[in-house]
């Protein structure tokens, strides 16, 4: 069974902001595979979803960004999920807004939400998608920053961005993940 994991903060607050990106991803795919995230269990709200013949989950943790890996591992252990079946999909500074980066290992890079999830998994090897929502100008404190909404003609990007990243999921429930990472890249 695979793990589609996206990185956000639960409530109305958070939404459409940069910090959010991954919850709006699995939005998408929730609407594309008709698969409300009804279950709310392991400190997050998830879906199991038959595809294929196969099955595989979509979930939001719902402890905040800084713990996300608490839900995490919890419904890994749950459900006897291996590291290479887990994707997680979060925002990153370090990356231009709208570009986007699979990669199938790695450091935190200061990102909160993946150290938490290496803490609770035991590894820096699981699928990612990075997504790029750039560096704040002007002085804004990166807190701030993640936790603005995109400016209009930002959020008109990233709907692209968003539907594309959902596209990269899509095809992972196929196919290995370096063919994905080949494809998306």
């Given amino acids: 069974m695979k793990l589609i994991v996206g990185l956000g903060n639960p409530g109305p607050r958070f939404d459409k902001t940069r910090h959010n990106i991954g919850f709006e991803i699995i939005d998408e795919?929730?609407?594309?595979?008709?698969?409300?995230?009804?279950q709310a269990k392991f400190n997050g709200l998830y879906s199991i979803v038959h595809y294929n013949g196969e099955k595989f989950i979509l979930l939001k943790p719902m402890t905040y960004m800084n713990l996300s890996g608490e839900s995490i591992g919890a419904i890994m252990n749950f459900y006897d999920i291996s590291q290479k079946d887990l994707l997680v999909i979060y925002d990153d500074l370090d990356l231009p807004v709208g570009k986007i980066?699979?990669?199938q290992k790695g450091s935190a890079g200061g990102?909160?939400?993946?150290?938490?999830?290496?803490?609770h998994t035991g590894s820096q090897e699981f699928n990612r998608i990075r997504v790029g929502i750039d560096r704040p100008k002007n002085g804004m404190s990166?807190?701030?920053?993640?936790?603005?909404?995109?400016?209009?003609?930002?959020?008109?990007s990233m709907q692209e961005v968003i539907s594309t990243c959902a596209d990269a999921c899509e095809t992972w429930l196929t196919k290995p993940f370096l063919e994905v990472m080949n494809q998306f890249n």
């Fill in 111 to 119: 990102h909160n939400g993946i150290k938490s999830t290496i803490a």
């Fill in 101 to 103: 980066r699979l990669r």
């Fill in 142 to 156: 990166v807190p701030d920053y993640v936790l603005a909404r995109f400016s209009p003609d930002e959020w008109s």
């Fill in 29 to 38: 795919l929730e609407k594309r595979f008709q698969a409300p995230l009804n």
